[in-house]
Each structure stands twice: as structure tokens, then as C-alpha cells.
């Protein structure tokens, strides 16, 4: 053992210290820069929502976009096919030139878990039930990670967006406070954002007004309204000419009588859709829709290239910058529905910080002096390691950006105890030795080495407890194994590491007093 001074355990603990406490300082003092801790949806309130997504819609969407590839590649190929129709899961179509049978039929058979019904040339085009049951895992996945990115775009900060179950998805939004703030955070979440160019049935354009949906069907088309009158009514064709799928941006701007309105662009399929449609229906109306609501419908002049286009329909700035969060995100392939919704009051939250805080310094002030009673001089450095370990959890905390949680805070109060046990056991090994006659620099170095297996058992197995509860825990479970790996972490980096330093470097001190009552609270031969 080395005879006192500097040795490599205390150098790594002081940068432990200084790590530690510099990375805390932000947090604690709640300074404008750095790195802090975010607090979670329990602890500075917010909204938490139970979404249900209505998966069945996801198939009636993939057929629609399906309709619009079989439409385009026929256009561009020169097949000819009549009454292209979409029925809720079915596609139904009539080929009129049975020479261009085999290369239809070669390109549906590109389309993935596409089932394909025919008598003659009349065709019947579906999902085959593992297709459906992939296409609504997917509605769901995709659901999450759009709802994810928009609330991101929003600028909310440490959401928590997770599947749950077969068809739901829990949203947590920490800091929202006012019904405001709550409203506008519903809409954007639940906006479908289903953008759709579309064909104005121009033969039919006069009976819009007068037209039932159920005969507009009849003919292949639909009737929506008009965004900012919804008297008004649009017949157009039911198979869209292209959707939202194909958008790559889409932002804000303002059009020449100063009104905000949303430009978009598409990817490079789509800018050739689009270019191709214009030039072949150049004086025809094209009715540009989102969410089955016609923002606009005006005549083509002349072919449009380039990929790009205009949504003005009446907005407010705000509503405009929403509309442009949720495009740029992408559609939701099924709509959602609010199943539950619970709000958070702050001062709940605050209630929840005060009571944890008074249990979190009540049990650690009360472990404190224990430990100096009971071991002397030992506890007060086992107090050392445990203060550092605070503080390197609050700091590592912070640095990665977690989100601390009221089970997060639980987290702490229990890395607290493993900490000070771990000392526990080291002391009483040291304790055992020393009653056994052994000097004082033997009896430490044995006395980790025997502590040594038992912290570690006790470490690990916690540890891989808290994995499991990470990768499969949803929100403050999660926060709680966080908190609790990082606190396991860096307990056996102080209590292990930086206490046998701090004793390294005091040994010729213990030594020459021999005063072992005040070292570790024991007189020989007890």
C-alpha cells in the first residue's frame, strides 16, 4: 500500500469532484447557459394523453395509393383502363385492351401483398391478410414517429411519445400550462395533415351543390368542401393524382395580398406526376386538398414543373406554421382519437418537488450522521463519497439531457442507500480485521478486497435490473432506471475507488495516532 500522498485512486476522484460539481452548478443555480436537468411531465406538469389509432383507415389509404400508381403507370404507358374505382379495402378497374394484359399484370405484381382477382379483363385488386396486418403495425409505428416530430418542431421540450399496446399511443407534454397552449398541442397532434392534388370532375362540376355523395360515388368521384366556405362544394376524382407522401417541405410564406400561406415542394416522382398532369390538363381545375377540405382549386394555365405549390385557404400565422409543422413531419396514415386525457397542474408538480426534496435530505441527513457516529472518521469519508455521488448523478444527468422524473427521484433516494452500503460493508470488513489484530494499512487493503465481491454481486445484479427496466419501461420507469444506473455507476466509482484513495493518502496520519476509536469507531479486542 502506498505510504500516503497523492495516488492514483484520489487523482481520479478529484476529477470525479470536479466533473461533478461543475456539471451541477448549472442545474442547482438554474443559470441561463449549460447543461441542466429537464423535469418531467410529474414534477413541472403538462398534459398526458391516451391516443387511439384507427388502423383500418391506414388499409383504405395504402388503396388509394395504390389506385394512384395503377392510374399513373396506365397514363404514362399508354394502357388504357376504365372506372377506376377505390372501395374501402378494394381497387376495382376494367382494362380495355387485353394486348397490355401481361405488362399490367407485371406491374401489380411488383406491389407487395397485393392479392389480384380476375374475370376477363375486369380486375379486383386487395391486401392478402398478413399485407393488412403489416400495414397497420406500420399505421402505428409511423403514427408515433410522426406525432414525435412534430412535437419536436413545436419546441416543447423532453415529450414522451410510446406505443402502447396493439393501437395506442401515450403522449406526455411536460410544461404545457395554459388551455391555450393545450389546445394547439391537441390539433397539431391529431391534424391527419393528408395533403391530396386532385382532378375537379370537370363534367360534373355544376351539380356539386345539388350531387348526394352516394351518386358522386356511383360516378368514381367525391364531394368535400370548400375550407373557407363550407357551402361550397367540390366534385372531384376519387383516385388522387398524387398525396403528401411525395412532399419533401413545406413552409410558410406570405402571397401578394400579404396572407400567409403554405408553399410546398415535392420529391422528384412527384414533381414528374404533377408536370405530367398539368400539361395534359391544362384548363381544367386542380383541387389542391388537405384533410378532405378543398384549400384551393384553381385552373392549370400551363404545365407546372418544378415540384411545387401553394395551400392558401384563410390562415393565421400560427395556424400556417402548424400546417407546415405537420406536412414536413408527414401524413398520419390513420387518424387518431383521444382516448384519455389527464392535466398536469405545476403546482402539483411543485408539490411533488418539495415533498421529494424533504424525504431526499431527511434520509440522506440522517444517513450522514449515522455514519460519523457509528465509524468516526470512516462514516465522515464514506459522507465524502456519498456527497460526490450526488453530485456526479446530477451531473451526468445533465449532461446527457435526461428528464428527471418524481420515479426518477426515488431513483436517487436509492442509489443513496446502495452508496452508503457499500461502505457499510467495507468498514465492517475493516472492522473485522482490525478486532483481529491486523495493522491498520493490512486491515484496509484486505478489507476491500473481501468487500469487493459482495458490492459487486450486489452492483450488477441491480444494474441489469435497471437495463431490463429501461428496455422495456415506458416514460418515469424509464427515468427511474436512468437515474438509478447512473447513481450504481458512480457509487462504485466513489465509495469504492475514492474512499481506499482518500485512505491511501491519510494512512501515515492513521497510523501515527493509532487512535482507532476515532478512525473507525472500534477499540481492540471488541
Not at 173 to 188: S, V, Y
Not at 208 to 213: D, L, N, R, V
Not at 229 to 234: E, G, L, R, W
Not at 324 to 353: Q, Y
Request: cysteine-free; glycine content about 10%.
Amino acid at each position: 500500500m502506498n505510504k500516503g500522498g497523492l495516488n492514483y485512486r484520489l487523482v481520479i476522484f478529484f476529477i470525479a469532484i470536479i466533473f461533478g460539481v461543475g456539471f451541477t452548478m448549472p442545474t442547482l443555480l438554474q443559470t441561463k447557459g449549460g447543461a441542466k436537468i429537464a423535469l418531467g411531465l410529474d414534477l413541472q406538469g403538462g398534459l398526458h394523453m391516451l391516443l387511439g389509432v384507427k388502423t383500418d383507415e391506414a388499409i383504405k389509404s395504402k388503396m388509394k395509393s395504390i389506385a394512384s400508381s395503377v392510374k399513373f403507370y396506365t397514363d404514362n404507358n399508354d394502357i388504357i383502363i376504365n372506372d377506376l374505382r377505390v372501395h374501402n379495402d378494394l381497387i376495382t378497374f376494367k382494362l380495355l385492351d387485353g394486348d397490355e394484359e401481361k405488362n399490367l399484370d407485371a406491374m401489380l405484381k411488383k406491389i407487395q401483398g397485393l392479392q389480384i382477382k380476375k374475370e376477363q379483363l375486369s380486375y379486383t385488386l386487395s391486401l392478402s391478410a398478413a399485407e393488412q396486418v403489416a400495414t397497420k403495425k406500420f399505421a402505428v409505428s409511423q403514427a408515433v414517429e410522426t406525432i414525435r416530430n412534430r412535437i419536436d418542431q413545436f419546441g416543447l421540450s423532453e415529450p414522451n411519445v410510446a406505443k402502447q399496446g396493439e393501437d395506442k399511443i401515450l403522449v406526455e407534454l411536460p410544461g404545457i400550462k395554459t388551455i391555450a397552449e393545450e389546445q394547439r398541442a391537441r390539433e397539431l397532434i391529431a391534424k391527419a395533415a393528408h395533403l391530396q392534388l386532385m382532378a375537379v370532375d370537370e363534367k360534373r362540376a355544376d351539380q356539386a351543390g345539388s350531387m348526394s355523395e352516394d351518386e358522386a360515388r356511383a360516378y368514381g368521384d367525391v364531394i368535400f368542401p370548400d375550407a373557407t366556405n363550407p357551402k361550397q362544394k367540390y366534385i372531384v376524382k376519387s383516385v388522387p393524382i398524387l398525396d403528401g407522401s411525395m412532399l419533401t417541405d413545406a413552409k410558410v410564406g406570405f402571397s401578394q395580398m400579404n396572407q400567409p400561406v403554405i408553399n410546398f415542394t415535392l420529391n422528384s416522382e412527384g414533381a414528374k406526376i404533377f408536370g405530367d398532369f398539368t400539361a395534359k390538363n391544362v384548363g381544367n381545375h386542380l383541387a389542391i386538398v388537405l384533410d378532405n377540405v378543398v384549400y384551393s382549386a384553381p385552373v392549370i394555365r400551363e404545365r407546372i414543373g418544378g415540384g411545387s405549390g401553394q395551400i392558401s385557404g384563410g390562415f393565421s400565422v400560427k395556424e400556417a406554421h402548424d400546417v407546415a409543422i405537420a406536412l414536413r413531419s408527414g401524413a398520419l396514415l390513420a387518424p387518431v382519437t383521444l382516448l384519455e386525457k389527464r392535466s398536469v397542474g405545476p403546482s402539483l408538480g411543485a408539490d411533488s418537488i418539495k415533498a421529494s426534496l424533504i424525504s431526499l435530505i431527511t434520509g440522506f441527513s440522517l444517513v450522514v450522521l449515522f455514519m460519523i457516529v457509528y465509524y468516526g472518521m470512516a462514516g465522515i469519508i464514506a459522507d465524502i463519497a456519498l456527497i460526490i455521488n450526488l453530485f456526479l448523478v446530477v451531473a451526468i444527468m445533465a449532461l446527457f439531457g435526461a428528464t428527471l422524473t418524481l420515479p426518477g427521484m426515488a431513483g436517487i433516494v436509492l442509489t443513496v442507500g446502495m452508496a452508503v452500503d457499500a461502505n457499510v460493508i467495507i468498514n465492517e470488513r475493516i472492522r473485522e480485521l482490525l478486532r483481529s489484530g491486523a495493522s491498520v494499512s493490512k486491515a484496509i487493503e484486505k478489507g476491500y478486497d473481501n468487500a469487493m465481491s459482495a458490492i459487486l454481486d450486489a452492483n450488477i445484479t441491480t444494474l441489469i435490473a435497471a437495463v431490463v427496466l429501461y428496455a422495456y419501461g415506458t416514460g418515469p420507469i424509464k427515468g427511474f432506471a436512468v437515474t438509478m444506473s447512473i447513481g450504481i455507476l458512480a457509487s462504485m466509482l466513489t465509495a469504492i475507488l475514492g474512499t481506499h484513495g482518500i485512505y491511501q493518502f491519510l494512512m501515515p496520519r492513521i497510523e501515527k495516532s493509532k487512535s482507532l476509536p476515532f478512525w473507525f469507531g472500534i477499540k481492540r479486542g471488541k
